[in-house]
């Protein structure tokens, strides 16, 4: 690292670095110690380097920088973690140090980088431009023309697991499903504002659609602006701290936390983070008052309903469902028993509870793009899971889980719907 770049490990508080005590609670919730039994592979091992390099005993090198992308971020290690541990927190600089030094550089990479997070989910116009593109693509017949023509066994088996990986757009994005304004079912208790996300956006516009139905018959006059923008945990998970402040101003700025008696997130990764804006924006006098309100005004779906209580469906189809739980939901978020208490709300649906329902099932953002070999793993294991209790749904609240799920059951050949549990309150309704 040059001396003019910034040290993101340096920077931070000496007492967030050295809150591990090595204890190895960490180690059996870890998926990627459990899966290697190396050290380097576990939360303690991971922030023994960082305290290194924020000590000056170790320089930023490649080593580093592919041990901080081989970490999932689940955030499992938060949970265990005896001494409170802001691994989140050490994680994302982590990143932005391995980044601003350069050790991880090449050409494809860089372009990469270039094109997804510095320009694609910078503006969520261009995301939904080639989202249109790639929706045209679907409904005219190509994509499926393509995999019948045998061209793509011409490709790198890689890329034919990444086409296999496509998502299928939804016909409509969420502004097209949802008006700026929805009123509440019966009598206004709340005014609530709706976060429609960008891949939520794309290829789960339903779910928001279902969300913002559901508030309303709990008595929420919803707003949903229809050019919104990424909430940033893209940038911020992947080491570019100062892009995710640009992202954190733009939200406040269009969501103004005091009009608002909550601001709803119903994505368990994208809530996570937009939870924690005023870390984000400590040191911006212009927006860290703003920020620890909008923190405090940030809601996920499944908690804000357990606040003010969910009015109970009249009837549904027997179901039995099992609940797959996004870790950022229920590690970054610690919302465990909430999407619980909604699913038990619907008439006629049976839970039943998911061995190791909260370990990974190797999404993780990008993970599963760029460690194809470990996600598929952690897939595998949670598919195992799935099926052992004989449930033909599985519930789960956060896109990326989502997909992640639908491919693999797909790749199975299983017959399992995949579905956000407010979907499931939705059409119960």
């Known amino acids: 690292m ?12 000496f007492s967030v670095v050295q809150q591990c005590m090595h204890c190895g609670l960490c180690l059996p919730v870890c998926p990627t110690y459990e899966a290697t039994k190396i050290e380097r592979h576990s939360p303690r091992g991971r922030i023994s380097l960082m305290r290194a390099i924020a000590e000056d005993r170790l320089e930023p090198s490649l080593a580093f920088g592919r ?11 938060m949970t265990a973690c005896p001494a409170g541990v802001n691994y989140a927190q050490l994680f994302e600089c982590a990143r932005a140090e391995a980044e601003a030094s350069g050790v991880l550089r090449s050409p494809v990479r860089n372009l990469v980088r270039a094109f997804a997070i510095r320009w694609l989910f910078m503006d969520l116009n261009r995301l939904q431009l080639l989202g249109g593109i790639l929706r045209l693509w679907q409904e005219l017949g190509l994509q499926a023309l393509l995999r019948r023509s045998g061209l793509l066994k011409l490709l790198p088996a890689r890329l034919r697991e990444l086409e296999a990986m496509t998502p299928d757009i939804q016909p409509h994005f969420s502004a097209g499903l949802i008006a700026p304004v929805t009123p ?11 976060l429609t996300g960008c891949a939520q956006d794309l290829i789960f516009s339903d779910i928001n659609r279902d969300t913002v139905e559901v508030l309303a018959r709990n ?27 640009q992202l954190a101003r733009k939200q406040i700025d269009q969501f103004a936390p005091d ?10 990764g994208c809530g996570s983070h937009l939870k924690h804006y005023e870390t984000l924006l400590a040191d911006d006098p212009l927006y860290r008052d703003r920020a620890a309100l909008w923190d405090k005004k940030l809601k996920d779906i499944h908690e804000w309903l357990a606040l003010i209580g969910i009015r109970p469906p009249g009837h549904a189809p027997p179901q039995v469902v099992t609940y797959h739980e996004s870790c950022h939901l229920a590690h970054g978020q610690k919302i465990v028993m909430e999407p619980r208490r909604l699913l038990a709300a619907i008439p006629n649906l049976k839970l039943v509870e ?8 190797g999404s993780a953002g990008i993970y599963n793009l760029i ?8 897939l595998e294991r949670k598919l195992n899971h799935i099926q052992s209790t004989g449930a033909a749904i599985v519930a789960t609240a956060n896109p990326g889980c989502l997909l992640q799920l639908i491919n693999g059951a797909k790749q199975r050949g299983l017959t399992l719907r995949v579905v956000h549990p407010v979907t499931l309150l939705a059409e119960a309704y």
């Open 2 to 13: 040059n001396e003019t770049s910034q040290s993101h490990l340096k920077d931070l508080d």
């Open 67 to 77: 041990e901080m992308y081989f970490c999932l971020g689940c955030l499992a290690c």
């Open 184 to 194: 509440a079912r019966g009598p206004r208790n709340y005014r609530v504002a709706m």
């Open 219 to 245: 008595g929420c006059e919803v707003v949903t602006p229809p050019e919104q923008h990424c909430c940033g945990s893209l940038q911020a998970h992947n080491g570019e701290l100062e892009l995710a402040r």
């Open 259 to 268: 009009q608002f008696d909550a601001i709803i997130s119903n994505a368990g």
């Open 354 to 361: 998911l061995p190791e329902s909260s370990w990974c099932c």
């Open 371 to 378: 460690q194809p070999e470990m996600a598929g793993q952690l």
